[in-house]
C-alpha cells in the first residue's frame, strides 16, 4: 500500500535542531496538503505542522515558532525543519497526505507509514 516514507530522526540536545524529511512515490503535489504528525510516548498522534498545495502553513501552539514546513519541488519531499527543541518534542514523527481544507478538519489520507523516532535528551 502507498504511504509516507520519513526520515531523518534521531537523538538531539535541548536546544538543538533536527532536520525531517518525507517522500512518497506519488508527487507530493498531487495532496491537497502535506502535514507532518508527532506521537510523543503514551499519547495520541498529533498534528503539529501542514502545508498545502499552494504553500500556505499551519502550525500547532506547541512547535510555532520553532518549526518550518516546505516542499521541495525537484526531491519531490517535504521537510519538517525544528529548532530549539525540548524534552516534549520526543516522539515519532509521521509524514502524510492530508484532506480537508482546515486545521480542524484535516484527515490523514493514506495509511501510516513507520515514522521516524526523535529524542531529546541530555
Known amino acids: 500500500q502507498e504511504h509516507f516514507v520519513e526520515s531523518g530522526g534521531g537523538l538531539v540536545q535541548p536546544g538543538g535542531s533536527l532536520r525531517l524529511s518525507c517522500t512518497t512515490r506519488?508527487?507530493?503535489?498531487?495532496?491537497?496538503?502535506v502535514g507532518w504528525y508527532r506521537q510523543a510516548p503514551g499519547q495520541s498522534r498529533e498534528l503539529i505542522a501542514r502545508i498545502t498545495s499552494n504553500d500556505i502553513t499551519n502550525y500547532s501552539d506547541s512547535v510555532k515558532g520553532r518549526a518550518t514546513i516546505s516542499r521541495d519541488n525537484a526531491k519531490n519531499t517535504v521537510a519538517l525543519q525544528m529548532n530549539n527543541m525540548n524534552i516534549l518534542d520526543t516522539g515519532v514523527y509521521y509524514c502524510?497526505?492530508?484532506?480537508?481544507?482546515?486545521?480542524?478538519?484535516?484527515?490523514?489520507?493514506?495509511?501510516w507509514g513507520q515514522g521516524t523516532q526523535v529524542t531529546v535528551s541530555s
Open positions: 502524510n497526505g492530508l484532506v480537508g481544507l482546515t486545521w480542524e478538519t484535516t484527515m490523514p489520507d493514506l495509511p
Open positions: 506519488r508527487s507530493v503535489f498531487g495532496f491537497y496538503a
